[in-house]
């Protein structure tokens, strides 16, 4: 015997009243939404720690993994902060993916001359001006 999906929840319905409503008992569907919201914010970084190496683990010992691990959190919160204080855009909503090959990846050098850290960007290069701009900026909150 098959029971439909709308009697199976017509069931769970009444024998537990809270299934199924969409607002809080004082009917408050903004506080639902910014619920919602926050969770997910919360998947968005769990797919940036994914994406920054928490994927794939590199050994079977338990201290290596936490190292990882804190290495992968590391490199989450630098990326959020690159976005936060250099990036504007498009650059400052893309993925982990996209500034790893965008800026992170740039056919760049960083030389010291006459005490002075100058970066010199390969010709040509597609977001040479996003990198520029990236870059003055950081050096704009801390120039030593």
């Avoid at 797919?47 to 683990?57: H, P």
């Avoid at 290596?64 to 990036?87: D, E, P």
């Avoid at 909503?93 to 965008?102: E, I, Q």
Wanted: net charge positive; hydrophobic share 45%; aromatic share 8%.
């Amino acid at each position: 015997m098959q029971v439909s999906a709308f009697c199976w929840f017509r069931h769970a319905a009444k024998r537990f009243p809270g299934v199924g409503r969409r607002t809080t008992p004082g009917g408050q569907v903004q506080f639902l939404d910014a619920r919602h919201r926050t969770q997910a914010h919360v998947e968005d970084r769990i797919k940036q720690l994914k994406t920054c190496g928490a994927r794939n683990l590199p050994s079977i010992d338990y201290d290596r993994n936490a190292a990882w691990l804190q290495l992968a959190a590391l490199a989450v919160s630098l990326t959020a902060w690159l976005r936060h204080l250099a990036l504007d855009g498009e650059l400052a909503t893309a993925s982990t993916k996209t500034l790893r090959f965008r800026i992170l990846s740039a056919p760049a050098r960083l030389v010291t001359h006459a005490r002075r850290r100058i970066l010199k960007i390969a010709p040509g290069w597609a977001w040479s001006g996003d990198l520029a701009t990236a870059w003055d900026r950081l050096h704009a909150v801390h120039p030593a």
